[in-house]
């Protein structure tokens, strides 16, 4: 069975990414992008789904943390008669796509063992293996090849690659795992040396442009990293997360494909990157987003794929059992078929904040926008499947309806010459009327609260996100009976759901964790309240709730005390960031996106 969800740390190398545990477990990878089948997925099942362990043979305690701002992961193994590191990374720039794995002796002599189990598609294709040559095997199945390079004497057992072996003080044991394409030559061998020392200092010098924020630095620039490590770097588009079907409650199924790039994650992405000194990372992502969206603006989407691929068919995993029993696995994501009307709001946001922060003019948007616009005139009066993208019925939600007003509002006060005295004019009454009516409809008076959707009882934790986008100032009564509401019928043991599953809404069972970004965006608003004590406090409650190597995925079990969802989940650091900012900079974030 897989281990705790928090027990995992992410390497990567820009493309894809993989998960270690720290009983020296890789139970999942994905190869040769984020969104490929996975050759590794006992994380979903167990062991015999594919997995790769390097461990100590007998019990041994284990610590483990990055190598300073890298993905460069170090495990150390204690045992009686030694210790030994286990030095786990993804080599990154040109050459074959690779795990380089190096066993370094500390003390005494460790007895190890390894055992490399390779499953391509997804857990399903038991490759054909072959000893093809000195130190080198070879799998194949179909279009896949890796390649194992080892001086460790490797057999077969039971469909598996092991071996056991000792390392001394001293000695240094690599491993070398290489993907290619089963038609052509062999992967070429990578110097594991060679390959650290490059890999980590790319890491170091890329972590250096990070923006300093206060006492929270270290948290932030290991964000920072993870957003970096969840990036498709010939592309520039953010994955949500390394990992499909990690469940929101565990046995449930709430169980998403997030190895997808969102649109809704626009604006606070950009921010994050932005405020932590990755101009080019954000410029990468604006440009990533323009052409995903290229076309017709009735055709956007609410996810791509990482190169903009917008099939993204969900289908069912019957083979894969599911972590800790919860299923289904899905493969896909059906939510990119839906319609969600906050994204024009979005992605013109986006824009106006890529603009103040000084991202170079991306010549296509001018005539994009203007068509976004058009098609939202008359678009934003339909319902539907607003922020958290439910399988319920389609409504009129408040978040999306301010989205709809944050496109008009945005435009219609924007000094660009292309744009006519008479078209912002007719923006401005456009947005006035929105505004207009979701305050008529969005609004309860006798609780002094807005609510989820036009006529409903319910609260949404997206709701919080009305100030930071200048929808109305946090200080407004309004705003502050909402967040007084959310404190009072949408929290866990001090940290903030999505909103509440029982009522039906979602078309889903009952019950999932707190929401991570949700919280963040608690925090944000008492800042903007000027409740700075408050926003201190909740923000190092957060950060408590990384694990060992700084992670986070993207909910969180109060009572069972544990991470839950996909993982490590870009949105919760995006969050970290951006509220870790919020805190330590006169010139704050959210204060910025409410006045572009």
């Not at 056991?164 to 993907?179: A, K």
């Not at 839906?338 to 106006?352: S, T």
């Not at 979701?438 to 934790?461: E, H, M, T, W």
């Amino acid at each position: 069975m897989a281990l705790r969800i928090e027990d995992y740390a992410m390497i990567g190398d820009c493309r894809s990414s993989a998960l270690v545990g720290k009983d020296g477990s890789i139970d999942w990878l994905c190869w040769p992008r984020f969104d490929s089948p996975a050759c590794f997925a006992a994380l979903l099942g167990s062991s015999e789904h594919g997995r790769w362990l390097i461990a100590p043979q007998g019990k041994a305690k284990v610590r483990r943390r990055y190598r300073d701002a890298t993905l460069v992961l170090e495990t150390e193994f204690e045992c009686e008669r030694g210790s030994v590191t286990l030095i786990d990374f993804m080599p990154t720039g040109a050459g074959p796509q690779s795990v380089v794995r190096l066993v370094v002796g500390r003390r005494g002599v460790v007895a190890m063992r390894t055992d490399l189990v390779l499953r391509f598609d997804s857990g399903l294709t038991v490759p054909w293996m072959r000893h093809a040559g000195r130190k080198l095997w070879q799998a194949i199945a179909g279009p896949h090849c890796v390649v194992l390079r080892t001086p460790v004497a490797i057999r077969g057992e039971d469909l598996r690659s092991v071996a056991e072996f000792e390392v001394r003080r001293g000695q240094t044991v690599p491993f070398t795992l290489s993907y290619g394409r089963s038609w052509e030559a062999a992967p070429a061998p990578v110097g594991p040396q060679r390959a650290l020392r490059k890999t980590e200092s790319g890491w170091r010098r890329w972590s250096r442009r990070s923006g300093q924020s206060g006492p929270w630095t270290a948290a932030v620039q290991r964000s920072l990293c993870t957003l970096r490590g969840l990036t498709y770097a010939p592309t520039g588009g953010i994955v949500a997360a390394a990992t499909t079907s990690l469940p929101e409650k565990i046995g449930g199924s709430r169980n998403w494909d997030y190895r997808y790039c969102w649109l809704r994650d626009a604006t606070f992405t950009l921010q994050a990157l932005m405020n932590g000194g990755h101009y080019d990372e954000a410029a990468a992502w604006r440009d990533w987003l323009v052409r995903a969206i290229a076309g017709s603006p009735e055709q956007i989407q609410v996810l791509y794929g990482v190169s903009g691929e917008r099939a993204l068919p969900e289908r069912e995993v019957p083979w894969l059992p599911g972590y800790e029993g919860s299923i289904p696995v899905r493969i896909g994501n059906a939510a990119a078929e839906q319609l969600q009307l906050d994204l024009y709001g979005e992605l013109i946001d986006m824009m106006a904040q890529a603009r103040k922060g000084g991202l170079p003019v991306e010549p296509r948007w001018s005539s994009l926008r203007r068509k976004l616009l058009e098609h939202l005139e008359t678009a934003w009066r339909q319902p539907d499947r607003g922020f958290w993208e439910i399988r319920g019925e389609p409504q009129h939600f408040t978040h999306s309806k301010v989205m709809a007003w944050v496109a008009f509002h945005r435009l219609a006060g924007a000094r660009i010459a292309t744009e006519s005295a008479a078209d912002r004019a007719r923006w401005a009454r456009l947005a006035q009327a929105i505004h207009d009516e979701i305050c008529a409809k969005a609004y309860d008076p006798r609780r002094n609260c807005f609510v989820q959707a036009y006529g409903s009882a319910r609260l949404d934790a997206s709701l919080l996100l009305l100030p930071i986008v200048g929808f109305l100032p946090a200080q407004d009564p309004r705003i502050r009976g909402t967040v007084a509401a959310i404190e009072q019928r949408l929290m866990a043991d001090g940290l903030v759901l999505r909103y509440e599953t029982g009522s039906g809404v979602d078309g889903l069972p009952t019950g999932e964790g707190a929401f991570l970004a949700c919280s963040f965006w608690l925090a944000d608003n008492y800042v903007l309240l000027g409740r700075l004590a408050d926003a201190r406090r909740l923000f190092r409650r957060l950060l408590r709730l990384c694990n060992d190597v700084g992670l986070l995925a993207e909910e969180y079990d109060p009572r069972a005390r544990r991470q839950l969802g996909n993982f490590p989940q870009a949105f919760s650091h995006v969050a970290l960031v951006n509220t870790a900012f919020n805190l330590s900079r006169a010139s704050k974030p959210a204060r910025t996106r409410a006045n572009p």
